[in-house]
């Protein structure tokens, strides 16, 4: 499949079952690549199908994607003409392991240090709506470093801007070991909330099938609420 794709927008003709071999080619590439160049391995597999999803979605490089670190940006290198080259990574005169504006047009941000994606891409997206441009501004953030003191100082002013821009959060649980501070634990109770989410709507499939089901859901619903933010610590990120 790897072949077929010389530019992103080839992503769009390929069915969900082609996707799917397309992540498992990239994934051996990418073993295949830094287990003799070495590099960032986990964090690149961790994203593979994202990237995918991203590029078959979004229209790089009119719409801005930015990786934050760039240390998992080697499938998006693989989407996004460099197959050829990407033997070289890591390598004198090669391709780098991080985004670098100088060597492709889908690399919209430079990036290494941690934190600085959703301000740079706030940046991109105040100077489009000065210009009454239009285009999209993707930014893919870890969990760990949404942490970072610029990541929330960025997230602050977005909230208050409200310039069109969407954050992706790759909450992973992994930093460079195990995420841990006050924001890991929230996460945890956000992944938690999904388990809790899917178990409701399983609850809910077999209660309204019953005599009365629908009406007892109803009425219970309206009880749910003080359980549900239990498990929701949402407000915060609701705000910004
Ligand atoms: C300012 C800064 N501090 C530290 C680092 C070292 N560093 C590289 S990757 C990384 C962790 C990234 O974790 P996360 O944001 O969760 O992304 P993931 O690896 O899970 O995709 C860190 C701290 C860095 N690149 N920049």
């Known amino acids: 499949m790897l072949e077929k794709i010389a530019a992103p927008a080839n992503l769009r003709e390929l069915s969900y079952e082609e996707l ?3 992540a498992s080619e990239i ?3 990418i073993v295949k690549t830094i287990s003799v160049n070495g590099g960032h ?3 690149s597999l961790g994203v593979v199908e994202l990237t995918i999803a991203l590029h078959r979605v979004f229209d790089s490089p009119n719409d801005k994607i930015i990786w934050d670190v760039g240390h998992q940006c080697y499938a998006h290198k693989i989407l996004t003409g460099r197959l050829d080259k990407f033997d070289t990574i890591r390598r004198y005169g090669g391709l780098s392991g991080f985004p670098v504006v100088a060597e492709s047009p889908h690399d919209a941000f430079g990036a290494g240090h941690a934190g600085n994606s959703i301000s740079a891409g706030l940046g991109m997206a105040i100077a489009r709506d000065f210009k009454k441009e ?3 501004v993707v930014t893919v953030i870890g969990d760990g470093s ?3 003191g610029m990541a929330l100082e960025a997230v602050n002013h977005a909230g ?3 310039s069109k821009m969407i954050v992706v959060l790759n909450d992973n649980g992994i930093s460079i070991s195990p995420s841990v501070g006050a924001l890991a634990k929230m996460f945890n109770q956000v992944r938690l909330n999904a ?3 899917r178990a409701k709507n399983r609850a809910k499939n077999a209660f309204i099938h019953l005599p009365w089901g629908e009406w007892f859901w109803r009425v219970s619903k309206k009880m749910k609420i003080g359980v549900e933010s239990l498990f929701i610590p949402s407000a915060f990120w609701e705000q910004m």
Request: aromatic share 10%; no cysteine.
């Open 20 to 22: 799917v071999k397309l």
């Open 27 to 29: 994934r051996e590439q």
């Open 41 to 43: 391995l986990a964090s």
């Open 134 to 136: 239009n285009f999209n």
């Open 146 to 148: 949404l942490g970072a």
């Open 160 to 162: 208050h801007i409200r």
């Open 195 to 197: 388990r809790y989410g």
